[in-house]
C-alpha cells in the first residue's frame, strides 16, 4: 500500500509513520470504539472479526501487507463494525488517527489509493458472504488457506483447528474432517499450531468460483500483488 505510492506523497507520511511489532491476539481495533491509530501490515495477518451482542462471531475480511487496518477512517467514520485481530505475527507502520485526518486532504494520490483499497476490502467481505451462503465447507476452508498463503512469506500458516473453526464459523469436528482430507491427499501438512500448504494448485482448484474475484479487484485497481515491496 505505502510502497506503491508517489515519493513526494510517501514523505509526507514518513515523519508520522512508526514501525511497530505486533503480535498473535493482539487487537489492533475494536467494534464500536473510537479508532485510534491506522495500521499499514508490514507483515503478518490480521482478521476482521463480526461479533453479534450475544457472542457469535465470525470472520468478514483478512488484512496483510497488501493493506491497513482502520479503513472507517479513510470515510470519514471513527468506529468499525468489527474487531481487528491479529492472527499472524509480523509488525505494521502505524500513525495516528489526528496525524492521519491532518495529512489525507494534502495528498489526491493517497487519498485515491487508500479509497481504491476501500473498494478491494468490500470486494473481499463481499466474496466472504457469497462463500458462506452458497459453497461446500471443504471450499470455503481452501479459499481461506489460499487467501492466509497469499499474505505470508513461504508456506507455514500460524493457526489451530479452534481458530479456524471460529474464523469459517463452523463447528470445530467440521473443519478437522475437512483438514484431514487435505492432508490424506497431500495437499496440506500440519503440526502444532501451524499448516502447511504443499499443494497450492490443489487447493486453487477445490476453492474453485468463490477464490479469486476479490484478488483480480485488487490487481486491477493497485497493482499485482505477486511482489508487494517493503518500505
Not at 491476539?25 to 476482521?48: A, N
Not at 501487507?65 to 485481530?85: K, N
Not at 505494521?92 to 483499497?117: D, K, N, Q, T
Amino acid at each position: 500500500m505505502l510502497a506503491g505510492l508517489p515519493p513526494s506523497d510517501f514523505d509526507l507520511l514518513r515523519d508520522q509513520l512508526a514501525l511497530k511489532k505486533i503480535a498473535v491476539g493482539d487487537v489492533l481495533i475494536q467494534t464500536d470504539t473510537p479508532i485510534t491509530s491506522l495500521y499499514f501490515i508490514e507483515r503478518g495477518i490480521v482478521s476482521l472479526v463480526a461479533q453479534a451482542p450475544d457472542g457469535e462471531q465470525a470472520e468478514v475480511g483478512l488484512v496483510g501487507c497488501e493493506g491497513l487496518v482502520g479503513t472507517p477512517l479513510l470515510l470519514g467514520c471513527d468506529q468499525a463494525p468489527f474487531d481487528g485481530r491479529v492472527q499472524n505475527a509480523g509488525s505494521a507502520w502505524v500513525m495516528s488517527a489526528p496525524s492521519f485526518r491532518e495529512i489525507l486532504p494534502r495528498s489526491s494520490p493517497l487519498g485515491e489509493r487508500l479509497l481504491r483499497y476501500v473498494q478491494t476490502v468490500t470486494a473481499q467481505m463481499a466474496g466472504t458472504a457469497l462463500a458462506n451462503a452458497r459453497y461446500t465447507l471443504a471450499a470455503r476452508l481452501a479459499r481461506w488457506l489460499l487467501m492466509c498463503h497469499d499474505r505470508v512469506e513461504g508456506d507455514d500458516l500460524s493457526t489451530t483447528h479452534r481458530f479456524l473453526s471460529l474464523m469459517l464459523g463452523v463447528n470445530r469436528t467440521g473443519v478437522s474432517e475437512a483438514m484431514a482430507v487435505l492432508e490424506r491427499a497431500g495437499v496440506i501438512a500440519t503440526k502444532r499450531g501451524a499448516i502447511i500448504i504443499k499443494d497450492r494448485e490443489h487447493l486453487i482448484a477445490q476453492a474453485g468460483a468463490c477464490y479469486g474475484m476479490p484478488e483480480a479487484e485488487y490487481d486491477r485497481l493497485l497493482g499485482s500483488t505477486k511482489l508487494i515491496p517493503t518500505i
